[in-house]
């Protein structure tokens, strides 16, 4: 069988849903307290997450980078006043430096694994869409802030990488967001992407699930 039929035979295999209004991204762990989220106001293209992460095995042979290795929970796309959309979901229960930058890793990776599959679509372009990134958790506690506000203080390593990251997100922008571009991150640092293979810049966002509770509601109006 030729190898554009086998890839072909992905979109067959794992089917985008339309979910209209509203659709649900869950956390299948068992032991997590941030359950679900649920994007509304808008007619979804919800891809089921099993399509990134049956991939991991493949890129776990092929390649050393751990980048490819990671999944989240759910990438939906849609479309608003002529404007495409690509939302990637990642919940987390944990709090620390380490959980926040392994799920924005987990994002790029469902990134990347999905716009390749996209491609195969005569119909998709990526730079039609404008791409973001949703890490939803409780909020961070005071011991949290105040370790990262140190980061300055630490040696040049992987900690501090991620201290730094974590710093930026939460300190120095009120707003627990931040725009990057690829250069930034530094994940992709050495991966030779084509354009096509990674986005021109993504937009991430760290959104609050009150203390008590496992799930949230979250209107797209406001994120696009």
């Known amino acids: 069988m030729a190898i554009c039929e086998i890839l072909s035979k992905i979109l067959t295999l794992y089917p ?6 509203k659709v649900d ?16 106001n808008s007619d979804f293209n919800y891809f089921d997450p ?11 042979k092929a390649t050393e980078n751990e980048l490819f290795w990671k999944d989240c929970d759910g990438v939906i796309i849609f479309e608003h006043d002529g404007k495409k959309y690509m939302f990637i979901t990642e919940l987390k229960s944990g709090f620390s430096t380490q959980v926040i930058y392994k799920a924005k890793t987990q994002i790029i990776s469902s990134f990347i694994k999905t716009n390749m599959v996209l491609h195969l679509l005569s119909c998709y372009k990526l730079e039609d869409y404008i791409v973001k990134g949703f890490i939803v958790g409780h909020p961070p506690k005071p011991d949290f802030i105040y ?78």
């Not at 985008?16 to 209004?21: A, K, M, N, P, V």
């Not at 099993?50 to 776990?60: N, S, Y």
């Open 16 to 21: 985008s849903s339309i979910s209209r209004g």
């Open 25 to 40: 991204i869950y956390e299948h762990e068992a032991k997590a307290t941030v359950r679900k989220v649920t994007w509304i």
């Open 50 to 60: 099993t399509l990134a992460k049956d991939m991991t095995a493949f890129f776990q």
């Open 147 to 224: 370790n990262v506000s140190k980061a300055d203080m630490l040696k040049d390593n992987d900690i501090k990488i991620q201290h730094e990251f974590a710093r930026k997100f939460f300190i120095d922008n009120k707003e627990h967001s931040r725009s990057l571009k690829p250069k930034d991150l530094y994940c992709l640092k050495g991966l030779p992407l084509g354009d096509r293979g990674i986005f021109q810049n993504i937009e991430l966002y760290f959104i609050e699930v009150k203390d008590g509770n496992s799930e949230i509601e979250l209107d797209v109006m406001n994120y696009i």
